[in-house]
Structures are given as structure tokens and as C-alpha cells.
């Protein structure tokens, strides 16, 4: 696909065409050469694909190998470093920055990402290929305060 959705052969995969991030969809096997594919999945894929790679110009973010139709509603994507990271077809802008906010906390904490959600607003469901390291994370007074829920004495 083009940046605009429309089919175009690849009669020779030639090395600059084997980097190109990968759109998987049940529907792009059954497309025509020159046909444009108005598939709301792909066309989300596309301008997420796009909004991506605005953001690969920053060093330290990895390059993104594809993206897969999750469902009618999410898109998951495999970056290079091995994080696969799920998107909802709207709201993408707020999705990326979700995103940008957990990269930025993951590489400075040298955590390694294996999966994240940025779908979900708060409570950002994420899972670690190794045990991420937590010191610092609490502030000592936060953490001596006694929770929300146990009542304080009575006199």
C-alpha cells in the first residue's frame, strides 16, 4: 500500500522495500493493484503508521516492524525492540501520547516494554519482558501515610 491506501505490486521485494512496516488485514489479500482500499482498519492503519513515524525522527524510539488488525476497534503494533503496543482506531493523538508519556518513563528506568495498552486512559495496562526495577518509584511520606480506607482512631 501507498500512503494513501492504494494497492501497488511488488513484482521484486528489494532491500529498501523488505523495510517497510508490514499492515496485516484479512482484506488487503483480496485487493486489486490500483485499487484503493477504503477499509476503515486499514485507513486507521495508515494514520497511525504515519503519526509513528513523525515520531521515529527521535533517536532513541524504535522502528516499527508492523501492524496487525486487532479487531474492528484496535491495531497492534510490533516495534523492532520487541514491544507490541495495542491502539484503538480513534483518538489517536491521545493514544500517542500515552505513549510518549510511558517510553519516556521506560527509557530513562531502562525498563523493557514487552506489551502496553494505550487504548485504556488510566491504569495503563503494561507488562515488562524482565522485572522492572521500582526504587524511587513511592515517595518514603506517601508511602507512611495509612490508606484511604482504614478510619483513623477514635477518641
Known amino acids: 500500500l501507498d500512503a494513501e491506501g492504494t494497492v501497488f505490486p511488488c513484482e521484486v521485494v528489494t532491500e529498501s522495500y523488505a ?8 482484506t488487503l489479500a483480496r485487493s486489486r493493484p ?20 513523525e515520531r521515529q525522527m527521535v533517536p532513541e524510539l524504535p522502528a516499527i516492524l508492523e501492524i496487525e488488525t486487532h479487531s474492528t476497534w484496535g491495531l497492534n503494533v510490533a516495534f523492532q525492540d520487541g514491544t507490541h503496543v495495542l491502539f484503538g482506531i480513534d483518538d489517536q493523538e491521545e493514544q500517542l501520547a500515552r505513549l510518549n508519556r510511558v517510553w519516556i ?16 486512559r488510566e491504569n495503563i495496562p503494561i507488562t515488562f519482558r524482565e522485572a522492572p526495577d521500582l526504587r524511587g518509584l513511592q515517595d518514603p511520606l506517601t508511602a507512611a501515610t495509612p490508606s484511604a480506607h482504614k478510619r483513623p482512631p477514635t477518641r
Request: aromatic share 2%.
Open 19 to 26: 523495510k517497510l512496516p508490514i499492515i496485516r488485514h484479512s
Open 34 to 53: 490500483g485499487q484503493q482500499v477504503a477499509d476503515p482498519q486499514v485507513r486507521a492503519a495508515l494514520a497511525l503508521l504515519s503519526r509513528l513515524q
Open 105 to 120: 518513563e521506560a527509557r530513562h528506568r531502562q525498563w523493557k516494554i514487552d506489551t502496553l495498552n494505550v487504548i485504556v
